[in-house]
């Protein structure tokens, strides 16, 4: 039986809202906090059994932020960022969670979020101008507008490997992890997958097993995180500037983290200063390492300059000659998959419990009921970690039969690849809003800052369009198809699409390769949709429907 939560702030006709928000992650509790703040009735469906998102299913070992959490949080509360103490400068997963479990009790949103409750299928009514939503506990409820809050990274993607049916250990995916702790203390571990996930994991699993294996099908690009406990001083400092980071954040970053801008190309320094540079950041760690020169997403041979330090500092780390070289990437730009942030990951293969498989050169044949067998050489493990990644920004959409105009599906409109305007709407789907959908920003950016933005514009415009009595709004093809090509301008303007990365749908066989999202920056990014917003919301069409007049009562 679903926890179902009700009386929501308005009283509406049973099965009947204002909006139906999917998914109870940080956009969703967000957005359903504004929408109720402007009196509107409001169900939020989430499938899993609590709120939080994506921080509610990767409970993998060493899962952590990768954006400072005094940045990775809500700032659309004062009282909030000034109250809640966060513990270490990249949060674990726990406490994220636990953050978002505070807001939802802070901001009393759990009354209006049903849990345990997929969104199965919508169809729009273009009659009435109303959506009918149908969720897995068999229920159709009707909403003016259906709001996608269902994540960029929350489809988590089993591989299609020969043989993993049959293996008889426990069987992980980072992103669907159990919620009782895993403990993997005298076994021997294998872990597939060497993104983010893997690589936060390694480390925290090596110490656990009696010997864990990592399978690497593409060495990645890692740079040090550099955790530690924050100190009241630090939090106080962020705190008492909080006005100023957040409005950096906002309108200047290009990816929504407060930092130090770029001012200078990688090779407008000669090779000791630009070392120096380098060095610095990687001391400092974390995310802006990327932002120490404004021509390294843009310039291969500056990119390389970059690729070339971390590939030293790999080869420093890593004590064997020929595991070095094996971690050393060299497929890809970096940057152009998304960088990961570690705490000894490379540090991890010195140890002696720990040893690197290359799968790229000796691919896994098949899971045998007790090991990994690859290049002909058997690996036996007794518990497998698959670290293997997400049908990223479309996949979580893609679940959901959602019938727009005409009954065509959006599964059947994207088929080509997902098309949208401003990442917001897709035309021939009126009143269906999408939080960070692609042709946003979105993972390129500071998530939390992107949700807010996403959030407030919709509320806005949801808002703009009952003082007005208009019934539908809906992205004109004309629009949609100018920034589609924009998006993809954009991206192809960088060296972005030269990886096969998750933002291009390259790991997921035969998903469309399109650069899902914007790359222009959040602040010119908000600046463009503040103006369509000005412009009377120009590109998006906004209608009345007819209603029957009523008698006048004497
Ligand atoms: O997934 P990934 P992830 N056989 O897709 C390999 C965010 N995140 O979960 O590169 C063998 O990046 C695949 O190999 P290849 C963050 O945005 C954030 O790690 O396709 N290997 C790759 O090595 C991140 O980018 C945090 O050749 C297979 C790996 O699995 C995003 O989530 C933490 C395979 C998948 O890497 C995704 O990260 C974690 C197969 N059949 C994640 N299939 C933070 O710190 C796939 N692979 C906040």
Same mark, same amino acid.
């Given at each position: 039986m679903p926890a179902l939560q009700t009386n929501s702030s308005k009283s509406p006709a049973a099965g009947t809202f204002d909006v139906v928000v999917v998914g109870a992650g940080f956009a969703g509790m967000y957005m359903l906090h504004r929408l109720r703040g402007s009196g509107l009735s409001v169900r939020v469906y989430e499938q899993g059994g609590d709120v939080g998102g994506t921080w509610y299913w990767n409970r993998y070992p060493g899962a952590r932020c990768d954006v400072e959490s005094m940045q990775y949080s809500y700032s659309f509360s004062d009282?909030?960022?000034?109250?809640?103490?966060?513990s270490e400068r990249y949060a674990p997963q726990p406490e994220i969670l636990k953050y978002a479990n505070h807001v939802a009790d802070r901001f009393d949103l759990r009354t209006d979020i049903q849990l345990n409750t997929r969104v199965d299928r919508a169809v729009f009514d273009e009659s009435a101008s109303r959506w009918s939503v149908t969720t897995s506990d068999g229920n159709t409820v009707t909403a003016q507008f259906v709001i996608l809050a269902t994540g960029c990274l929350s489809n988590a993607r089993m591989p299609d490997i020969k043989g993993l049916a049959d293996f008889k250990g426990k069987v992980y995916h980072t992103g669907h992890w159990p919620h009782q702790p895993v403990d993997f203390t005298g076994l021997r571990?294998?872990?597939?997958?060497?993104?983010?996930?893997?690589?936060?994991?390694?480390?925290?699993?090596?110490?656990?097993?009696?010997?864990?294996?990592?399978?690497?099908?593409? !060495?990645?690009?890692?740079? +040090?995180?550099?955790?530690? &406990?924050?100190?009241?001083?630090?939090?106080?400092?962020?705190?008492?500037?909080?006005?100023?980071?957040?409005?950096?954040?906002?309108?200047? !970053?290009?990816?929504?983290? *407060?930092?130090?801008?770029? =001012?200078?190309?990688?090779?407008?320094?000669?090779?000791?200063?630009?070392?120096?540079?380098?060095?610095?950041?990687?001391?400092?760690?974390?995310?802006?390492?990327?932002?120490?020169?404004?021509?390294?997403?843009? =310039?291969?041979? &500056?990119?390389?300059?970059?690729?070339?330090?971390?590939?030293?500092?790999? !080869?420093?780390?890593?004590?064997?000659?020929?595991i070095a070289k094996l971690?050393?990437?060299?497929?890809?730009?970096?940057?152009?998959?998304?960088?990961?942030?570690?705490? =000894? *990951?490379?540090? &991890?293969?010195?140890?002696?419990?720990?040893?690197?498989? =290359?799968?790229?050169?000796? +691919?896994?044949?098949?899971?045998l009921p007790n090991g990994v067998r690859a290049g002909g050489k058997d690996y036996e493990v007794d518990a497998l970690v698959l670290a293997t990644g997400f049908d990223a920004m479309t996949g979580s959409v893609a679940k959901i039969e959602l019938c727009g105009r005409d009954g065509q599906t959006l599964n059947q409109k994207w088929a080509e690849g997902p098309r949208t305007y401003l990442g917001l709407m897709s035309a021939g789907f009126p009143n269906l809003f999408l939080i960070t959908g692609p042709g946003s920003p979105s993972v390129l950016s500071n998530m939390i800052v992107s949700i807010e933005q996403h959030v407030d514009w919709i509320a806005d415009c949801i808002g703009y369009m009952r003082e007005r009595d208009l019934d539908a709004m809906e992205a004109g093809k004309d629009a949609e198809d100018s920034w589609v090509a924009h998006v993809n301008e954009v991206a192809h303007g960088t060296l972005y699409p030269q990886a096969n990365s998750w933002y291009m749908g390259a790991n997921i066989p035969g998903k469309p390769q399109i650069f899902m999202p914007y790359i222009g920056g959040v602040g010119v990014y908000r600046q463009i949709c503040n103006d369509v917003a000005a412009k009377g919301y120009e590109g998006f069409t906004m209608t009345a429907t007819e209603r029957p007049k009523m008698a006048a009562s004497s």
């Open positions: 009282e909030l960022q000034q109250e809640w103490d966060w571990v294998g872990v597939i997958g060497t993104g983010s996930s893997g690589i936060q994991s390694v480390p925290v699993i090596a110490e656990q097993a009696s010997h864990l294996t990592v399978f690497q099908r593409t !060495a990645n690009f890692s740079i +040090p995180a550099r955790n530690a &406990a924050l100190t009241p001083e630090e939090r106080e400092e962020f705190r008492s500037n909080y006005p100023e980071i957040r409005r950096f954040a906002r309108e200047e !970053a290009r990816n929504g983290i *407060y930092t130090d801008m770029p =001012d200078r190309g990688a090779l407008d320094d000669g090779d000791n200063e630009r070392r120096a540079r380098y060095e610095s950041r990687w001391t400092r760690g974390g995310l802006t390492f990327m932002s120490v020169y404004n021509d390294l997403a843009l =310039d291969r041979a &500056a990119n390389d300059t970059a690729a070339d330090f971390v590939r030293e500092k790999i !080869a420093e780390i890593v004590k064997d000659h020929e971690l050393q990437p060299n497929s890809h730009p970096i940057g152009t998959k998304r960088i990961c942030i570690d705490s =000894d *990951y490379f540090a &991890a293969f010195n140890r002696p419990n720990v040893t690197l498989v =290359d799968i790229k050169a000796d +691919p896994i044949e098949e899971i």
